[in-house]
Each structure stands twice: as C-alpha cells, then as structure tokens.
C-alpha cells in the first residue's frame, strides 16, 4: 500500500517521538518518490480519521482512535494502549494493518517507542531507513523510555545497538542529567533530578559553590558545558556527586546510566546528547513548526538549526510562563488524583509537559494522579502523568479511556502517561470517575 500510494498521508503525534517517526515516514516517502503530506497533532480530528482513495501511515499514534476510522486504507505504527487488539483491522471500510508492541505483549510504555516501532516497519518498506537509525534513539529517549533502568532495554534497545554498529551513535556511561550538550554545567546541575540531589537542586549559589570547589572558573560557570570538561574532571565530580547522595541517604547509582550521542552532530553540537535533540525537536513542535524538527532529523543545519534555537527559546519561556502560574497555582483533590485547571491561562498543547514537571519536580505522593487541564475550544483538554511505582499497579490509559468515553469525550495513552478531552463542563465527573475507577482497582 505504501509504495504504490498515488499519495501518502502522514500523520504523527505533537511530541518528539512522533516528530522522529515522521521523519522516518518522509524519508521513505522521499526515497520512493512518493507524492506525501504531512500533518502533526496533538490528537487525531474527526476529519483526520475518515479515509478517501488515499493512503494513510499514522505515527505514534492512531492505536486508540482505530474504531473511530472510516474507509482509512494504511498503516498504524504506534505503541500507545490500542482499542483493537488486530494486526488487521477491516471493520467500517477500513483496510488497516496495525503494528504495535502492546500487540506482541510488550510494553509500548518502556520496551518500544513509536518511533521504534514507525522504524521497524520502514525496514520492511525500504533497507536504506537504517540510515535514520538515531532517529529512534532520539525518539525513545524523548518518551523517557531509559529512565525506569537507566538505559533503553528491549527492541529500543535492539535499534539503538543498531545504529551504534552502523557508527551512527556513540554509547556512553556517563551522568544522566537533560543538557549535556545544551546547557551550562551550572544549569545541568542546577536542575538535574534523575536522581534529585537535595542540597544542589534547584539551589544555583550552592551548584556554583560545588563547582568552583572542582576547579571550575567562576566567569566561565556559565558557559561552560558538561561535554567541554576533561573526561578526569567529570569523573572527579561524579565521585563526589555519588558520595554527596549518599550522605543524603539516596541511592547513588541511577546517578550514571547511558547516555547516547550523534556521531553527525560535532562535539560542538548543542544536540550532540540524543536527550537534548529530542528536546529541541519537540519545541519546534509545540511551538508549531514541527517541519524544521523533521528536517533537523533528517540532517538539515544552517537556517533550519537557527529556526529551531528560536522556536526552542520560545518554547521556554512558554514554558517560565507556565512554572509561574503554577507556583500560584492550587491543586484540587478528589482521593488519591490531584487536578489543576488552568482554564484559558494556559497554552493546551503544553498540558503534558506541565503535568510531567509537577511529578517530577513537586512533592507529591507517590500514589497521586496528577492531572492538568485547559481548555481546547468547547472542549477540556486534559493530560495526566502516575510515578512508575504506581504504574506497575495501573494502567492509566485504560481508566482515562473508560472515564472519558462515558461523557462523550475521547481517552487513552500510556500505563503511566495518559490524555483525555471532554466536554467543558464535564471535568469534574471525569476526575470524580477516575478516582472511583482507581479505587476499584487499587485501593489506597
Ligand atoms: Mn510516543
């Protein structure tokens, strides 16, 4: 259906794992000289999900909306909880093949990302898409898929090894704090948190303290990145990180992990780190330009790369902007969810994100959902993040699903990332529903 499509419709989620699985779709289409377009979203509309006479190939997403497609003839390559448990799905006019590790009993939440999964089935499409094979690397490291063992384990793991022996990425142990490419070793420290070090987190006078106690010029704190020390400094610091964590009676050994590095990127390259690639290529995306982060996957630089730096820029004062309303901002309980509603007060596509940061960087109870919603036209936009400890227990996709199909909305996700919309109006019920169906499974 692929090679033979008259023309070729993409379609890939908002974030960085779907922008590296779009890029992988255009690359195929590229090479076999198809007529393609392509379109990213947040959530697939009514419109994106009824088919004509052309050929459809949704990314990372399009699992949970299947029993919603009309005449739809293509391909799903996606890892989010699917609704229909088929290879092949034929119901309402549709000729869909559907590839997804949820399909094979794995996980799609650790073992295999959508890009990894749009990649594996490129393959079969087209051998040369082993060319993009950091894409994704970037893609599965961007869906947090290295945290829970801190390394990329399963057939993410496979691809990566992949695109290791193709020498296209570098495999390292090292610190596994965002920006080590991008930031300033001040700021990489400053706001590390996997694991949080208490007495540095978030305290700067303390990081420069630390940091000039190493050797390190303070004028040039600012500056200087974790790639441009010496490979002695950094495992100076890192001893002394370990032994400051376990003073403050933590475990010390999340602390170093593999970290992966594109070997097209100089050392220069402020994406060099494949987690601070994802990072700029999912700006790009929530600040509406997701083709500059396709064609910075597909090894674009110049103009595009002064684009992205731009649109990232953006995207993080977007994101102060947010940090600031949520500080004032007061959760509402309802049992063991914790919801904030940020009305029109905040930007709907970054809902996830913010939900993600108040995890990761609030204390909250390990067993609380955290849920943060704006609104999205007539409707709620609503994005949900659970600690993998309760994820073992849970599986929110499926309880967002549940609660938002019975008020007329549309659910679903990941066992411990999960989205719904519904009707303004109805947002209570579905945080009274999700708590009642929480209990029912896993009562605190
Ligand atoms: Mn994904």
């Not at 057939?155 to 695109?163: F, Y």
Request: one cysteine or more; aromatic letters at 6%; charged letters at 25%.
């Amino acid at each position: 259906m692929i090679t033979n499509a008259k023309k070729l419709r993409i379609y890939s989620h908002h974030d960085a794992d779907g922008i590296a699985s779009a890029a992988i779709a255009v690359f195929v289409a590229r090479r076999l000289g198809l007529n393609y377009e392509v379109a990213i979203r947040n959530q697939l509309t009514p419109q994106d999900v009824i088919g004509g006479s052309d050929v459809y190939w949704f990314n990372d997403m399009g699992s949970s909306r299947l029993k919603e497609m009309q005449n739809i003839k293509g391909v799903v390559t996606d890892h989010h909880n699917p609704v229909v448990p088929e290879t092949h799905y034929t119901e309402n006019g549709n000729n869909i093949y559907q590839f997804n590790p949820h399909l094979e009993g794995m996980d799609g939440s650790i073992s295999q990302s959508g890009s990894t999964t749009t990649f594996l089935f490129g393959t079969n499409v087209l051998s040369e898409v082993s060319a993009v094979s950091h894409l994704p690397v970037v893609g599965s490291v961007g869906d947090l898929h290295d945290k829970k063992f801190g390394k990329l384990v399963d057939t993410d793991r496979e691809i990566m090894l992949l695109a290791k022996n193709m020498g296209i990425i570098e495999v390292k142990e090292d610190i596994r704090f965002f920006g080590r490419s991008s930031k300033s070793v001040s700021y990489m420290l400053r706001f590390g948190n996997e694991p949080k070090i208490r007495s540095l987190y978030d305290n700067p006078a303390a990081v420069s303290d630390f940091l000039i106690g190493h050797g390190l010029d303070r004028k040039n704190l600012k500056t200087t990145r974790w790639l441009d020390l010496e490979q002695e400094k950094r495992d100076e610091i890192i001893s002394d990180l370990k032994s400051i964590l376990e003073k403050e009676g933590q475990d010390s050994s999340r602390l170093i992990g593999e970290v992966y590095e594109l070997n097209s990127e100089p050392k220069s390259s402020i994406v060099r780190d494949a987690r601070d690639f994802s990072s700029l290529i999912n700006a790009t995306s929530r600040k509406g330009k997701p083709e500059v982060g396709i064609r910075l996957c597909l090894f674009e630089r110049g103009d595009t790369m002064a684009e992205a730096l731009r649109l990232y820029s953006d995207h993080l004062d977007s994101l102060r902007r947010a940090s600031r309303i949520l500080d004032e901002a007061e959760g509402k309980s309802v049992g063991s969810v914790l919801y904030y509603d940020f009305g029109n007060s905040l930007e709907n596509n970054i809902t996830g994100t913010i939900a993600t940061r108040i995890i990761t960087h609030k204390r909250v109870p390990s067993t609380s959902v955290i849920v943060v919603m704006a609104n999205l036209g007539s409707m709620k936009k609503i994005s949900a993040r659970i600690s993998l400890e309760l994820s073992e227990r849970i599986d929110l996709s499926l309880l967002f699903r549940q609660a938002a199909n019975g008020l007329g909305g549309t659910g679903g996700g990941h066992r411990n990332a999960a989205g719904a919309i519904v009707p303004i109006g109805k947002e209570r019920e579905f945080v009274e529903k999700v708590n009642e169906l929480m209990q029912s499974i896993s009562p605190t």
